[in-house]
């Protein structure tokens, strides 16, 4: 008798961000998330995809392309397979719908496992390094009550969104209201070449350990020229959308923001991770705005990593998902099979 076939289900949901997340491109409340089901002998695993229009992605693209992609996942132990299916049907487009995909793969094996997804993938149980808290785009006053208020509940590590025409004023009122944390800032590729230059004095004066893509995605040797002054490490985000990019982002960053959603699922981010300690980047776990599902699926791989920016669910006012224990920017290890969340 034929064993029967995965089954497959997706459902869209709208998850809510307590306040308006403001970066350099948008401000947006509302993020549309599609939670895929994979169901197999008993047993179930999930992915999340969180489309970006950065990366040419929406929720119509998303609900569009599952079911023309469903079928490749006809055996969830057969990972390389699935990745050489997803690719061939589309090589370099619909990066989160791919994710949700290898996340329900992975997921589905741990659970017949009966172990934890790092530990089916033969990870570190190390403890994850402290996740930063962003503080995003608003209003001079409002971001500041933003990091007077993570600070407060102990975030020891603050990530400020800029790419604004105030943003010296911004790092300088951060760093008043919170003057002992850890600071990072994100440009989102928002930064002229003069800019960046310019700014680079006040990143130092304001002791922020590390600035994110502060040029646009396309522009490695902008990226490498201002490296070769900086006192601050320069970390790629919007420049890395495959795994094949980071051997050449290696000339111009110190580091990568690895994101499932943007790279294609938890097994494409393992894989970048180990090309760019190959290379010897240093690397950060970041995230999209996520549930917890997501979120998750990163942490099971942040134990790797030099940092973490997986705030993502912390922002939300209604996250599907429980499971995660968090102790202000300190995220405990997930526990139990699989990603080691459920439905709230």
């Not at 998303?62 to 132990?77: F, G, K, Q, R």
Request: overall charge negative; charged content about 20%; some cysteine.
């Amino acid at each position: 008798m034929t064993a029967a076939a995965p089954h497959l289900s997706w459902e869209t949901l709208d998850l809510h961000t307590r306040q308006p997340f403001g970066i350099a491109r948008w401000t947006h409340s509302t993020y549309p998330r599609t939670i895929v089901t994979l169901t197999h002998a008993g047993l179930t695993g999930q992915g999340e995809a969180a489309p970006n229009a950065f990366y040419g992605e929406t929720r119509g693209t998303v609900e569009a392309v599952l079911p023309l992609l469903a079928d490749a996942l006809s055996d969830p132990w057969d990972w390389d397979g699935l990745h050489a299916r997803l690719s061939a049907r589309m090589p370099h487009d619909h990066p989160s719908v791919k994710c949700s995909l290898e996340m329900a793969a992975v997921e589905w094996c741990a659970q017949a496992a009966g172990v934890p997804v790092w530990r089916l993938l033969g990870l570190s149980p190390a403890p994850l390094p402290e996740s930063s808290y962003t503080v995003s785009i608003a209003a001079l006053d409002d971001m500041r009550a933003q990091a007077r208020d993570a600070a407060a509940r102990g975030h020891g590590v603050l990530k400020v969104k800029l790419g604004t025409d105030r943003d010296e004023a911004i790092l300088e009122a951060l760093r008043e209201e919170a003057p002992h944390v850890a600071l990072r800032v994100d440009a989102n590729a928002a930064w002229t070449r003069t800019q960046a230059r310019r700014m680079l004095g006040v990143l130092d004066a304001a002791r922020v350990e590390f600035v994110e893509q502060p040029l646009a995605a396309g522009d490695l040797d902008g990226h490498a020229a201002l490296r070769a002054v900086s006192t601050v490490p320069i970390v790629a985000d919007e420049s890395l959308h495959h795994v094949s990019d980071v051997t050449a982002l290696a000339r111009a960053f110190d580091g990568v923001n690895l994101k499932l959603a943007k790279l294609g699922g938890p097994l494409q981010a393992l894989a970048a991770l180990r090309l760019a300690r190959a290379h010897g980047l240093q690397v950060m776990m970041g995230c999209m705005i996520e549930s917890s599902l997501g979120i998750a699926a990163a942490a099971h791989l942040a134990g790797a990593c030099d940092w973490a920016d997986l705030d993502g669910a912390l922002l939300l006012a209604d996250d599907p998902f429980t499971g995660l224990e968090w102790q202000a920017g300190h995220l405990t290890r997930p526990q139990g099979t699989g990603w080691g969340v459920r439905r709230a």
